[in-house]
């Protein structure tokens, strides 16, 4: 799941990029709207968390402007913008969900979660394929309720499979999810964490769709 984070205060940013970033999330961060635009173009975000007071561009116009170029981005606005009037404006434009400064971290992990099985074919914090679950919260994975262990990687992919059960996601499109923007991927990557996931998994519960990619689902174990 990739993110755009658009803040301003960068002793904030760089907290949040280390928290987003435990939370297994692909975090590109801006810090006015300028270069909130460029990277929402170039990295194709899933979600955004924008701060409203942003010192070139209006937070409220900017959201605006994000939903044209991104219209299924989801967005959280992060702000300290606490007026009933700011809140208003910011939905009618398009936002997703708000959150006021100060806020706790663990709040917005789990308005995030929400944002992402929005994005994804889940409903709830446990995603369940088959013998498979896959517990959002707390990032664990058990097959027949015997615990996996898996790699970051590992359990990022197969979050992103189950995710989408049923939906064929391309080569290109895992590799959005498991990496950031202008990071360098070798050409076979995903086919190794495909590879080293199946030896975990039961026979078969990945299926490679020839020339298109992968997919999961219960009909498939």
């Known amino acids: 799941m990739k993110l755009l984070l658009v803040e301003d205060d960068q002793t904030l940013a760089r907290a949040l990029l280390q928290a987003l970033k435990a939370e297994d999330f692909v975090v590109e961060a801006a810090i006015d709207g300028k270069s909130a ?8 975000p899933d979600i955004a968390i924008l701060d409203l007071g942003l010192p070139d561009i209006d937070g409220v ?29 910011a939905l009618d434009a398009g936002a997703d969900d708000y959150l006021i400064k100060p806020f706790e ?34 990032h664990s994975v058990s097959c027949d309720d015997e615990p996996l262990a898996l790699t970051r990687r590992e359990y990022m992919l197969l979050k992103a499979l189950v ?32 590879s080293n996931l199946r030896k975990k998994l039961p026979e078969k519960f990945i299926r490679t769709i020839r020339g298109v990619g992968y997919t999961v689902g219960k009909d498939q174990v």
Request: overall charge positive; aromatic content about 2%; proline content about 1%.
């Open 37 to 44: 635009l460029s990277l929402c173009r170039a990295m194709v």
């Open 61 to 89: 116009a900017l959201l605006s402007k994000l939903r044209t170029v991104h219209r299924s981005l989801a967005i959280l606005v992060l702000t300290a913008r606490d007026g009933i009037t700011d809140k208003v404006a």
């Open 105 to 138: 971290t663990a709040e917005l992990m789990a308005r995030l979660r929400v944002l992402a099985r929005r994005l994804g074919t889940a409903d709830s914090a446990i995603i369940e394929v088959g013998p498979l679950k896959v517990n959002l919260s707390n």
């Open 163 to 194: 995710e989408s059960a049923g939906r064929v996601l391309t080569k290109e499109v895992l590799e959005q999810r498991l990496y950031g923007w202008g990071e360098e991927v070798a050409s076979n990557t995903i086919e190794v964490h495909i």
